[in-house]
């Protein structure tokens, strides 16, 4: 899977009608609604949309006929395997009828055209894990987990004896991961999946 790395913005003519493409990144719902509010114009006919999290999609069709804008947007972000997507397409009216097929062609053809400018960058699946390492052992910790490549250390707390960090590992290199920090401090850090579960 792949998202965005930036902004991306398309515009054609067609049939004298007016199609604007904005593709952006989004972490979350809120994020996507909030572009939308944002970004749509209020002196054009129609601003449609779609977006993509994970499993979790929209799509509305701001008044065109059902079926012919918003779903023709998300197949565009579906077809290029994006996730974590909106891409609101505008329309101002020129004045000649599209009818089903063109509108779809349209919708869906501007918001492709612009997915396909935009700069692309890999999604890495990752799953959490929290270490208790006493100080003596941090700095090899973080010299190791510093070569694993798309891990990242998301919280550092310090206490008494040491530090507790959130990891987000590669989903696929979790088992690694873990076997290896429990190897080089030969199985004294503590190892959970929610912050709760580490204790001295």
């Known amino acids: 899977m792949f998202t ?10 067609i049939k004298r009608s007016r199609f604007l493409a904005i593709a952006l990144p989004v972490a979350d719902e809120e994020a996507a609604k909030d572009f939308i509010a944002r970004e749509s114009y209020s002196d054009a006919n129609h601003n449609c949309w779609a977006w993509r999290m994970g499993q979790n999609y929209r799509f509305n069709d701001d008044g065109e006929p059902s079926g012919t804008a918003g779903k023709p947007i998300l197949q565009a972000i579906d077809g290029l395997e994006l996730d974590n997507v909106v891409v609101l397409v505008t329309r101002w009216f020129g004045g000649t009828l599209l009818g089903s097929g063109g509108l779809i062609r349209a919708y ?17 699946p990752t799953q959490t894990s929290y270490i208790r390492a006493h100080f003596s052992e941090l700095a090899l910790i973080k010299a190791r987990l510093a070569g694993v490549e798309h891990l990242t250390i998301a919280s550092e707390d310090f206490h008494n004896t040491g530090a507790d960090l959130r990891l ?17 401090t030969a199985g004294r850090i503590q190892i959970a999946d929610k912050a709760e579960d580490l204790s001295f």
């Open 4 to 13: 965005l790395a930036k902004r991306e913005v398309f515009e054609q003519e």
């Open 108 to 124: 869906g053809g501007t918001a492709a055209l612009c997915l396909r400018a935009s700069e692309l960058v890999e999604l890495i």
């Open 168 to 184: 987000e590992i590669p989903s696929h290199q979790k088992d690694a991961v873990l076997r290896m920090l429990t190897d080089i």
